[in-house]
């Protein structure tokens, strides 16, 4: 089993119906993920993808087995989207939509509490275990499986780094895009957490950016627990202009916080390899799996 | 969205946060007429830009006269205003607010913010306020008091109450400080805000408590829900160019440099400008097209670029992904080339979905176009081509 997810997880697709919803489950199921099923509200009893279409989730899960989610509904319904599919025991979801209001996040979040449901995003290209399965909007073509976990907030930069990674002749245990959002489901510690605990990862990239304290949060959790595998970590927009809001809604500072250099300070004390350049990470990451 | 002073007292109003009596003017008759509207003998002409700082700046005058509200409306009317958070060309002031100026006793600092680590909406609390609060907290953060909100329960009585009393708040005041804060929640809540700070909130002998100063931003993302608050949208306080890039779906930040910058993704688009700025590069700005960005949308967007008179080299560096593919990039490069024309050096590095089809699609088209492999071989290109910044 690889982290969150393996070939036998069954997976829904939430806005089944819509355009990017078809085009990236096709692809989805084209690279080996279990999908069962898909909801619409008001499209229950019909067939998409030659596969079942139901009213909700609950009925969904009923009828499917199905134990994980993938959240294609547009920003204005999406939280309610997560939102009843933690009411339905879901146990893991990837939102995919962009440009969910933040309030929105902040209620969903407070459900996701005590409750058994893990969400990665909203904003997230989701997650990839290469040759197995993928949720999400992710690329497939230069991944290749091996021992190697990434976990980022930026889809794109994932996908250089995979490239990166590749080039080098290793491969990856799991990719995870947590997403760009202020607030979000599953942060980098969770993430550090189940990569640790995984026997097929043996060294973990994390993939930060400026903004937010998920990068200094990962380096607490670090200086408190050591390690066990070689932590990479690359951290982007040391030469962004400070109080612009740089695409993400989450690279605003707010009050000098996350700025890039002290999250790559934070990280540096707590034992993390920094790649200097973006245009390093690969090689970071060899030497790193080497020590 | 961010918001002026003025407007962003009008919602706090609304939720029964006081502030001192005031009236927008667009001409020091106005700013005269509204002082005498008023009433009172003394008053604040406050120029209406989006940045803070305004008051070191000269950009808060006070009056004794309406005459002299007149005379401060005129200067200020018409002029640039320069704050640490203008940049050096500073904000034109095309509208001056003028209020009654009170007297009070204290000075406190109150915001309501989203705290990430939370994942929570926050109040954030000071006993004392004013221009360097930033500085100060972040020097001596045991000063920032702070309540974290359940969005369930919302701002409780009894927290306000808390909060209101390490303020050091008795009495009325503090009476007037638990409804502030629970009113500055509802606010926040209400009209999807993703910033409020009331800076200061002055105390006065009796014990009111008013906003003397609000700085207020708005979700963007939650504006499809706030149709009524569209015609907040000050358009003249934006970057004429970013403006633009807004209307075609891009994140387009105008920075200083010479080298024009097209990337998809943030998180990306960040480590290219970190790589460029390291190989001794000045990017002209960071532009992140965004997953679903159509082709004609990305013909606007290398427009912008071709338009910028500072740009003396251009990068485009896509990797294409699950749906953004490069192959629309090209296409939608080589009409903006077509139609705007393509004056100085291009540089693209296309890698990912389509990649090879985006190569063709320049070459085929008759582009200049230097092709590069990887991210750092890109960012050397582009340095070389559009020259290093001065020394």
Redesign the interface.
């Known amino acids: 089993m690889a982290i969150l997810i393996d070939s036998d997880t069954r997976v829904i697709c939430q806005g089944f119906t819509g355009a ?1 919803a078809t085009y ?1 489950m096709e ?1 989805a199921i084209a690279y080996g993920t279990k999908v069962v099923g898909g909801v619409v509200p008001g499209k229950g009893g019909r067939g998409h993808l030659g596969l079942p279409v139901f009213d909700t989730v609950a009925e969904a899960r009923e009828a499917t087995g199905a134990t994980a989610s993938a959240v294609f509904v547009p ?2 319904n999406a939280a309610a989207a997560i939102i009843e599919s933690i009411d339905a025991d879901i146990e893991f979801m990837v939102c995919v939509t ?10 969903v ?2 459900r996701l509490e005590g409750s058994g449901t893990r969400l990665v995003g909203p904003n997230s ?1 989701g997650i990839m275990v290469p040759g197995r399965c993928k949720i ?4 497939a ?2 991944e290749r499986p091996g021992k190697v976990g990434i976990v ?9 780094v995979i ?1 990166q990674i590749s080039a080098q002749r290793l491969g990856q245990s799991a990719s995870i895009g947590i997403g ?1 959002d ?3 489901g599953m942060g980098f510690v969770d993430c550090l957490k189940l990569f640790f605990a995984d026997p097929d990862t043996e060294c973990v990239v994390l ?1 930060g ?6 990068e200094e ?1 990962a380096a607490a959790f670090l200086a408190a627990n050591p390690a066990p595998k070689p932590v990479v970590a ?1 951290v ?6 400070t ?9 605003v500072n ?3 916080q996350g700025d890039a250099a002290g999250k790559i300070k934070a990280l540096r004390a707590a034992g993390v390899a920094i790649a200097a ?3 390093e990470i690969g090689l970071t990451v060899r030497q790193a799996a080497r020590a | 969205m961010n918001l002026h002073e003025y407007q962003a007292k009008d919602l706090l109003r609304r939720h029964g946060v006081k502030s001192p009596a005031g009236q927008l003017a667009r001409s020091s008759d106005e700013a005269a007429e509204a002082a005498r509207k008023l009433g009172g003998t003394r008053w604040a002409v406050k120029a209406q830009i989006h940045a803070g700082l305004r008051q070191d700046a000269g950009g808060v005058q006070f009056c004794d006269t309406p005459e002299a509200v007149a005379a401060a409306a005129a200067k200020l009317l018409g002029s640039r205003l320069v704050t640490p958070q203008t940049g050096a060309k500073g904000k034109l002031v095309r509208s001056v607010y003028v209020e009654q100026a009170v007297a009070y006793e204290r000075e406190l600092y109150l915001a309501a913010l989203v705290n990430r680590s939370a994942g929570r909406v926050a109040l954030i609390a000071a006993r004392e306020g004013g221009n360097d609060i930033e500085a100060r907290l972040a020097a001596a953060p045991e000063q920032m008091l702070s309540l974290v909100i359940d969005p369930e329960t919302g701002v409780t009585e009894a927290e306000a109450g808390r909060l209101a009393g390490e303020l050091g708040l008795a009495g009325a005041a503090a009476e007037q400080a638990v409804g502030v804060m629970r009113a500055l929640d509802k606010a926040f809540t209400t009209f999807d805000a993703s910033l409020i700070e009331i800076n200061p909130l002055a105390v006065t002998a009796a014990g009111d408590l008013l906003a003397l100063d609000v700085k207020m931003v708005l979700d963007d993302n939650a504006q499809f829900r706030h149709a009524d608050l569209a015609a907040l949208r000050d358009e003249d306080e934006i970057d004429p160019a970013e403006l633009e890039a807004q209307r075609y779906n891009l994140n387009y930040v105008h920075l200083e440099g010479n080298i024009g910058v097209m990337v998809n993704g943030a998180g990306l688009a960040l480590a290219t400008v970190d790589l460029l700025k390291e190989q001794g590069g000045e990017p002209a700005d960071f532009m992140d097209v965004r997953p679903e960005a159509t082709r004609a949308q990305i013909t606007h967007g290398f427009k912008l670029l071709l338009r910028n008179p500072a740009v003396t080299a251009i990068l485009v560096n896509i990797y294409g992904g699950g749906i953004l593919r490069c192959d629309t990039v090209a296409e939608g490069i080589a009409a903006a080339c077509k139609e705007a024309g393509l004056n100085v050096p291009l540089i693209v590095r296309a890698a990912g979905t389509n990649g090879e089809l985006a190569r063709k699609i320049l070459m085929s088209q008759g582009i200049p176009v230097t092709f590069a492999q990887t991210l750092a071989q890109a960012a050397a290109k582009v340095v070389e081509a559009g020259g290093r910044k001065a020394a």
């Open positions: 990017q990236h692809r920003p204005r962009e440009r969910v209001p933040v309030l929105d996040m902040v209620r979040k407070r290209q999400g909007v992710m690329p073509h230069l980022s907030r930026s889809a794109s930069l994932t996908s250089e490239e760009g202020p607030v979000h993939l950016e400026i903004g937010g304290s998920d949060e690359y982007a927009g040391l030469h962004a202009p109080e612009r809001r740089m695409g993400h809604a989450g690279t707010v009050f000098g350049s973006p245009a």
